[in-house]
């Protein structure tokens, strides 16, 4: 059997490292799952930021097959929260829940444009000083027989092929976690030319 030395890559001291214009480098160091908030509301004008966010994130073939549901009712949101029967219960104390819907009849890569548009949205949450957590629905469920997405559906008068990837939660950060260390990162991940 012909044994391969796997070939990893490594991380070269840079001075683009430090330079401002590589801010998204600097998000990413910071960025963690925020699920503590402070009973603190969103500035309508940061509102605005977030949709555009979301609707300038990238689709395959430009469809554009989500649709978002914007969350800031506190009786919703409490409803809302227990769409999970773990890992959405912190919704509740959220400032604004966006629930990501893909069109399943528009695309069949729903799920991708559905993922980037979560997690850049996120990403943007961030870089206006507060946090955000991603709540999973898509093969979720909120009991043994209904689905998270069901449960959705059925709470917002979603219509059945429009899919539910996930929530995202956001508000006013109540925790303060630090970044992954860089030394921490798992560097085997990354091969040079060959698995
Ligand atoms: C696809 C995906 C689904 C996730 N689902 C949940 C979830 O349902 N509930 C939750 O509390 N966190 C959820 N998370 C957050 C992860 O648990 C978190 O990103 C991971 O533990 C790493 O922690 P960090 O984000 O603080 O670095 C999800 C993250 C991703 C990317």
């Given at each position: 059997?012909?044994?391969?030395?796997?070939?990893?890559?490594?991380?070269k001291?840079?001075?683009?490292?430090?330079?401002?214009?590589?801010?998204?480098?600097?998000?990413?160091?910071?960025?963690?799952?925020?699920?503590?908030?402070?009973?603190?509301?969103?500035?309508?004008?940061?509102i605005?930021?977030l949709?555009?966010a979301?609707?300038?994130?990238?689709?395959s073939?430009?469809?554009?097959p989500?649709?978002?549901?914007?969350?800031?009712?506190?009786?919703?949101?409490?409803?809302?929260?227990?769409?999970?029967?773990?890992?959405?219960?912190?919704?509740?104390?959220?400032?604004?829940g966006?629930?990501?819907?893909g069109n399943?009849?528009?695309?069949?890569?729903?799920?991708?444009?559905?993922?980037?548009?979560?997690?850049l949205?996120?990403?943007?949450?961030?870089s206006?000083h507060?946090?955000?957590?991603?709540?999973?629905?898509?093969?979720?469920?909120?009991?043994?027989?209904i689905?998270?997405?069901a449960f959705?559906?059925e709470?917002?008068?979603?219509?059945?092929?429009?899919?539910?990837?996930?929530?995202?939660?956001?508000?006013?950060?109540?925790?303060?976690?630090?970044?992954?260390l860089?030394?921490k990162?798992?560097?085997?991940?990354?091969?040079?030319?060959?698995?």
């Amino acid at each position: 059997m012909i044994k391969y030395r796997v070939k990893t890559t490594t991380f070269k001291p840079s001075n683009l490292d430090t330079q401002s214009e590589f801010a998204m480098i600097e998000l990413l160091r910071k960025r963690r799952s925020i699920r503590v908030y402070e009973d603190r509301k969103i500035e309508p004008e940061k509102i605005e930021i977030l949709k555009e966010a979301l609707l300038r994130s990238p689709s395959s073939r430009g469809i554009n097959p989500w649709e978002f549901i914007f969350v800031d009712n506190k009786e919703l949101l409490k409803k809302l929260s227990k769409a999970k029967e773990h890992g959405s219960e912190f919704l509740e104390d959220a400032a604004l829940g966006i629930i990501v819907c893909g069109n399943e009849k528009r695309s069949d890569v729903w799920v991708e444009d559905c993922s980037i548009a979560s997690i850049l949205v996120q990403m943007v949450v961030q870089s206006m000083h507060m946090g955000s957590c991603w709540i999973q629905i898509r093969n979720r469920m909120h009991t043994k027989e209904i689905t998270s997405e069901a449960f959705i559906q059925e709470l917002f008068n979603i219509p059945r092929h429009i899919k539910v990837e996930s929530v995202i939660s956001i508000g006013y950060p109540a925790e303060i976690k630090p970044g992954v260390l860089k030394e921490k990162l798992p560097l085997k991940k990354i091969k040079m030319n060959r698995f």
